[in-house]
């Protein structure tokens, strides 16, 4: 039952975070003063001042440097929202036991909704729960594409949102741990990530996948299981791809492929190398060091953006698309750096390489922050969290490597 209480928050943060509130707005942030007495009554009293340590000398810089305050000093409360809510959702994880079963329960009720999705591209209200996608590079092109996002603003933030359940089952399968149903398990993990059609959060499962194989290949080779798993994957990754070419070359996944590696695919261009010299040039007009500041990306960067892009006159508000660079803009190499380095000081602190699972996570999320997300991204900081958090033991590389040398001997012996 104290698993249970926790299901609303899990299926709020996960399916409707958002729905019916103004762009920008989320059900976590106004639900901050709850998270926070419930962090106060769980015994944890210096949230706020370890907030302003950090913050303070941004602050300071900031206001030297000239900010438009109201803008800043919301976007300074939008980032203690989301600072509460990753408090509030490391305390769960480390106090509570249950988050597997909280997954099971995310992924069946999300494959419902995927099934119910595709119904509703046949109807008028389509859009509700997917997106559109256009793309044409010489003779080939693809039309008014369904991109599934469900009750999220974008289908990259969905498949984000996925990333954590889709490691969690495709890294039991790779160790071939119990599942009941393992097939229909990863079809329900799978279709509704390749149905969001975000290539980046696609590409970075996959490069976490390679990363992971490829950093325990001595384990792989002396353990049939993990090495059967290895060939199994590879070669319906390989036929998969055969098909595709030999049966339907023009598929959507080819011609985005097509349009990333020829530069022709916006999206792809404006997540990556765009970004980061977009990020120096509207850092470089306040403070390279420092950034211009939370909130002024709608001051000074959303002129300098548009100007780039030649956008139109009239055209809505725009941003930089991805994390690192981003940062960048906001918090200058300053902050950037900051940035790496409490990463990299928690990979070895928290000893990720010690578990397959968060081996998975923190090499995807590594990657993804430079083509993708943004910096007030919940569901990135929720993967990070989990990178840096043993939950699952069960994913040790330690008890793995017993468990199969003890499982080894007895077949030898028998």
């Not at 999320?365 to 910096?375: C, D, E, H, R």
Request: aromatic share 20%.
């Amino acid at each position: 039952m104290r698993i249970r209480k926790y299901y609303p928050f899990a299926f709020i943060y996960f399916f409707v975070n958002s729905l019916g509130l103004p762009f920008g707005l989320l059900y976590t942030m106004i639900l901050t003063p709850v998270f926070y007495v419930w962090i106060l009554l769980k015994g944890k009293r210096e949230i706020i001042i370890k907030f302003l340590l950090v913050a303070s000398p941004f602050i300071l810089n900031h206001l030297l440097n000239g900010v438009d305050t109201f803008q800043y000093f919301r976007s300074i409360a939008l980032f203690f929202t989301v600072y509460v809510f990753c408090y509030a959702f490391y305390t769960l994880i480390t106090t509570y036991n249950g988050i597997e079963e909280i997954f099971r329960k995310l992924l069946i009720f999300n494959f419902i909704l995927t099934i119910i999705a595709v119904f509703f591209i046949f109807t008028p209200y389509r859009d509700l729960l997917w997106n559109k996608w256009f793309i044409e590079i010489g003779q080939l092109s693809v039309t008014d594409l369904p991109r599934l996002m469900m009750f999220t603003y974008e289908p990259s933030y969905y498949a984000t949102l996925l990333v954590p359940i889709v490691g969690f089952y495709l890294t039991k399968t790779i160790l071939k741990q119990p599942e009941k149903n393992p097939v229909i398990t990863l079809i329900m993990v799978l279709v509704p990530l390749l149905l969001s059609f975000s290539m980046g959060v696609i590409a970075g499962v996959i490069v976490a996948i390679g990363i992971l194989f490829l950093m325990n290949l001595s384990i792989l080779l002396t353990s049939k299981r993990l090495f059967y798993s290895f060939i199994i994957l590879t070669t319906s990754f390989v036929l998969t791809i055969t098909f595709l070419f030999i049966f339907f070359p023009e598929n959507p996944f080819f011609v985005r492929i097509i349009a990333i590696v020829s530069g022709a695919d916006a999206s792809a261009n404006g997540r990556t190398f765009q970004a980061f010299e977009l990020a120096h040039i509207i850092a470089a007009k306040k403070s390279l060091w420092w950034g211009v500041g939370p909130g002024q990306l709608k001051i000074i960067g959303d002129a300098i953006i548009k100007d780039y892009y030649r956008y139109r006159p009239g055209y809505g508000q725009v941003s930089i698309p991805s994390a690192f660079p981003e940062t960048i803009a906001l918090f200058g190499y300053i902050g950037a750096g900051l940035r790496l380095f409490i990463e990299l000081y928690l990979f070895f602190k928290t000893r990720v390489l010690n578990s397959y699972y968060r081996t998975f996570l923190f090499f995807y999320i590594f990657v993804y922050q430079f083509t993708g997300s943004f910096t007030t991204n919940i569901a990135e900081y929720v993967i990070w969290i989990l990178a840096f958090t043993n939950i699952f033991p069960q994913f040790d590389k330690k008890r793995r490597n017993r468990g199969n040398l003890l499982e080894e001997q007895q077949q030898l012996i028998t």
